[in-house]
């Protein structure tokens, strides 16, 4: 799918989907254009990307290469007249974090988007644009800029739903300690880590784009930019402070799981101690003393030994029992 918005900073933006009225906008070069493409088949890039991308705007191969592979980290380059940027958006659903990558050429009046999937705040700052004829009117720059903060943005929510999502594995951990409840730590935490991988490097591009000498940049916009920049600052904190309590939540997991093996041993050491006393006397009296017969032992005067093996049988137990548990020990 290959779009375009065109505005001449007046009026509303005029919107098409046909290639050859974006290649004539793209080469009059006039008003203020921006190109969305989306490829939903990454592995191959459409016919329509590789004309604009390669001949249209005419970007360097390398730089049309990154965009289509989708393996790197938030980063800026400078290609002297437009600059090639890659931000991540992110998505969590599942205790799974999801970073969908957004490529950005961004000109002296032009801003072309590559993706490969639906990004929220794309789509939330074309449908603005399209109802705002103001959105367009401080230059290509300002639109970057509303973007890489709507961007921002969502990270919050995110944010906000891994902490109830740990606050949830939380209270499971002193409910029951099974593989489950492991599981889903576990995949909190490479959330976290996920997270903590794409913030730092995003979070300098944002500090490039407020510091950096970019013709494409003016100076007096540079203020914005600082602005999502201190965002992605407090994002790295609020990851930090999420990675610090999953790895309480898993040492309290461990913990937990730790007293509660405990707890089964220790219950199952008494009833083995228990019965010790039982396997002695009945392994003792099980020699062939009253001779091969069991109802020798019935005779007199021999019953009467009979009769008080099992009553020490029984009190020995019991006496334990009363002996363990004035110890405290259970």
């Excluded at 103001?134 to 739903?161: F, K, S, W």
């Excluded at 032992?297 to 020995?316: D, N, S």
Aim: glycine share 6%; charged share 25%; with cysteine.
């Amino acid at each position: 799918m290959v779009r375009a918005l065109r505005s001449n900073g007046s009026d509303l933006p005029i919107q098409t989907e046909d290639i050859r009225t974006i290649e004539q906008w793209a080469t009059q070069g006039e008003g203020l254009l921006w190109v969305d493409i989306c490829d939903p088949e990454p592995a191959e890039a459409s016919a329509e990307a590789l004309h604009l991308l390669g001949h249209v705007f005419a970007f360097h191969p390398l730089a049309v290469e990154d965009a289509l592979i989708e393996t790197h980290i938030p980063k800026v380059d400078d290609w002297g007249s437009y600059l090639y940027l890659v931000l991540h958006a992110v998505h969590f659903a599942n205790d799974d974090i999801e970073t969908r990558e957004l490529d950005i050429f961004i000109g002296a009046n032009y801003l072309v988007t590559y993706r490969t999937q639906e990004i929220h705040a794309l789509t939330h700052q074309w449908r603005v644009v399209q109802r705002d004829a103001r959105r367009v009117q401080h230059g290509v720059d300002y639109l970057l800029y509303e973007l890489c903060d709507a961007i921002a943005a969502d990270y919050l929510p995110v944010m906000d739903a891994i902490e109830e999502a740990v606050d949830g594995a939380q209270d499971a951990v002193f409910a029951q300690t099974d593989g489950q409840v492991l599981k889903r730590l576990f995949k909190l935490k490479r959330a976290v880590l996920d997270l903590r991988r794409i913030l730092a490097p995003q979070r300098e591009v944002l500090n490039k784009l407020a510091r950096g000498d970019f013709p494409m940049i003016d100076p007096r916009d540079r203020m914005y930019f600082r602005d999502v920049y201190d965002h992605h600052v407090r994002l790295t904190d609020l990851n930090e402070s999420l990675r610090d309590v999953v790895g309480g939540v898993l040492e309290t997991y461990l913990s937990v799981a730790a007293n509660r093996t405990n707890e089964i041993v220790k219950t199952l050491t008494i009833v083995s101690l228990m019965f010790l006393p039982l396997t002695f006397i009945t392994g003792f009296f099980g020699m062939n003393f009253f001779g091969s017969s069991i109802e020798l032992i019935f005779e007199a005067p021999k019953w009467p030994f009979f009769l008080a093996g099992m009553a020490v049988m029984a009190a020995l137990p019991l006496a334990l029992l009363v002996y363990i548990r004035r110890r405290g020990w259970w």
